[in-house]
């Protein structure tokens, strides 16, 4: 009887445990999903200029949304590795993202030098639409997106200039 006992408890133990393994995998993958959704077309972000007014897409245009926090060492890289090759990306706009004040936002656009760029623009959007919109990322996180607001690529962490052109081209 005792014997059956623990075997019944054993049981039930591993299928409690491989029950539980199953949700969570199912729900990190539901929400994966739920994020590739969202990041399919540019999303309606509220996306602030250096000015503090409303940041407004570019149309027709690829984009490359570069989200990035001024100590953060891999975006500084980012910065210098796209400054360098900035007449490669002059067919396409590039927006630096951050969820840093503006002051902040605007002290590093004018230390990496970006400041005469046209097709280089910085905006501020707040720590939860950035959330809310993007998902949970680290950084820098690249997304390209397509003359018609598609997304075409997303980089996770530091990536060379020659990578991110190949998708914007």
Known sequence: MKRNLVMFAVIFFIVGITATLFYSISSKLR??????Q???KIPDANLFRLDSTQFVFPQKSKICLIFFDSECEHCQYEFYDIKKN????????VIFVSTESISVISKTASNFGYRDEANIQFAKINANDA???FGNFSLPYILIYDENGFIVKTYRGETKAEAILKHLK
């Open 31 to 36: 929400a994966k999903d739920e994020l590739r």
């Open 38 to 40: 969202k990041v399919i």
């Open 86 to 93: 900035i007449s490669l990306f002059s067919e396409s706009h």
């Open 131 to 133: 959330f809310a919109n």
